[in-house]
């Protein structure tokens, strides 16, 4: 079994493992050319959910890739609802969503997500998850009425055009360029020892909640705590977003 994920914060990477099989960084797979991808048993995507999308990143891939196995799967993770993502139409035999933190800081109180994690009971969606997913099970989660809703209102009011301006380095930035080979997308370049982000932001937190000196803000945020998943290091977001480590 074959899995592509695409992270920043963790979330879907520590789906996947779960799920188990050989992963594969989405960032990396799209990057390498290569636009089959098969397997005998089955080929999956773990992503977030992007103001009720599938993130750019994820969407380009599989307009661009075919994916051949018995069965194919979609995991989505989200922090309220996935919206619209669920109806993505690439032949997939089973999609689901797993509700966990949700770390969009220009909208939510990380702080506060962080503390009421519980109630989501991220634990039993995802064992759910992993058994149907193992049993090859055929199912797809439908829109709900408030997904159906709050996914028209973020498409009547999506990201901001000028998303990428309002992000700014504190005093603690020490111009170690981490956020450079965070972003998944290379939208981020140093400019006089100061990272610079680029107009094709996707405000995916990436730089935001994995700065080592916590020094990339933004300003309108609802709070200032980073988050990252537990079960994932630094290390890992970077592998995930294309870096090469040695």
Partial sequence: MK???????????????????????????????????????????????????LPRPVSEFLGRVTLRAPYRFLVLTCGTTPAFAVTDRHGWDYVASIRMVD?????????RQMRELPSK?????????????GRRAVKRERVTFFGRVAGWWMRLFPLPSDAYSRFYTAG???????????????????KDGRPEIGKRCLTCGACYHN???????YRGEKSRVQYRHEGVSLRDILKASGCRME
Avoid: K, Q
């Avoid at 920043?8 to 990396?28: D, K, Y």
């Avoid at 050319?33 to 080929?43: P, T």
């Avoid at 009971?121 to 064992?127: G, P």
């Fill in 211 to 217: 700065c080592p000196s916590a020094a990339i803000r």
């Fill in 121 to 133: 009971h991220v634990r039993e969606s995802l064992a759910l998850v992993v058994d149907e997913v």
């Fill in 3 to 53: 899995i592509f994920y695409f992270t920043t914060t963790g979330n879907s990477l520590a789906v996947a493992r779960a799920i188990g099989g050989e992963l594969f960084s989405l960032v990396s797979a799209a990057s390498s050319g290569c636009v089959e991808w098969d397997d005998d048993e089955a080929v999956g995507v773990v992503c977030p959910v992007y103001f009720g999308e």
């Fill in 172 to 190: 603690g930035c020490n111009g170690c360029a981490t956020c450079v080979s965070l972003c998944p997308i290379g939208n981020i370049v140093m």
């Fill in 103 to 111: 770390n969009y800081f220009p909208m939510f109180d990380v702080a």
